[in-house]
């Protein structure tokens, strides 16, 4: 399946809640689910919201996360096969997977407003880790890890104007970063209590079961 290229407020405002897609505009009033948060898309969505199946409910909260993290349907069961073959919780370290990816630690270290533009930075050469370029976007951070931008990428406006909303988003715990430098270091590997984003990573546990 392809990746999703339409507009990024329909995906909030379809799920019903801020899915943070759409980088800076997302903490302004211009926020699609601000403006009408129970108008579903489209020409039916003034209606109420329906109520889900048991199995709706699974498979809206997957499809939450998958476009949370903007990945195509096979990329987001490939991590949900590894995490089952990983001691431990399933859900939790699916969760950890999808966080170490690159293109979110970009976005978590405020290189770029949304993961789209993060993952664009890592496709188009601009970023380094532990002194040598990586442009895959799904590339697994490790502990220890130093990611930072090229030097000629620093002069970048997208990259300035993204780190102005830093210190509304915050950088979590997990990651030291030193804006000055516009360098960043996984000083440990995310757990599940470090991710705030309101996920029921259950419930994709759940409906994986059932398919």
Not at 9 to 16: I, S, W
Not at 73 to 99: C, D, H, M, P, W
Not at 109 to 135: E, T
Request: glycine content about 8%.
């Amino acid at each position: 399946m392809a990746r999703y290229r339409g507009p990024s407020c329909k995906l909030c405002r379809q799920e019903g809640e801020q899915l943070f897609l759409k980088g800076s505009r997302c903490y302004t009033p211009k926020c699609a689910i601000d403006r009408r948060p129970d108008q579903k898309p489209g020409i039916h969505g003034k209606g109420r919201r329906s109520k889900f199946s048991e199995f709706g409910i699974r498979l809206r909260e997957k499809q939450k996360v998958k476009r949370i993290y903007g990945l195509t349907e096979n990329q987001f069961r490939n991590y949900f096969e590894i995490a089952e073959k990983i001691k431990g919780v399933t859900g939790s370290i699916l969760i950890t997977l999808l966080e170490r990816r690159l293109d979110n630690v970009i976005y978590r270290l405020g290189f770029a407003s949304s993961r789209d533009q993060a993952r664009q930075l890592v496709w188009h050469g601009h970023i380094k880790v532990n002194g040598r370029k990586v442009d895959i976007p799904s590339f697994q951070v490790d502990e220890g890890s130093t990611i930072e931008l090229k030097e000629k990428s620093k002069k970048l406006s997208s990259i300035n104007n993204a780190m102005e909303m830093l210190e509304r988003r915050g950088v979590p715990q997990w990651l030291d970063f030193d804006q000055d430098n516009y360098k960043g270091v996984v000083n440990k590997l995310p757990q599940r209590e470090d991710v705030t984003v309101p996920i029921d990573e259950q419930l994709i546990v759940e409906f994986y079961s059932r398919v």
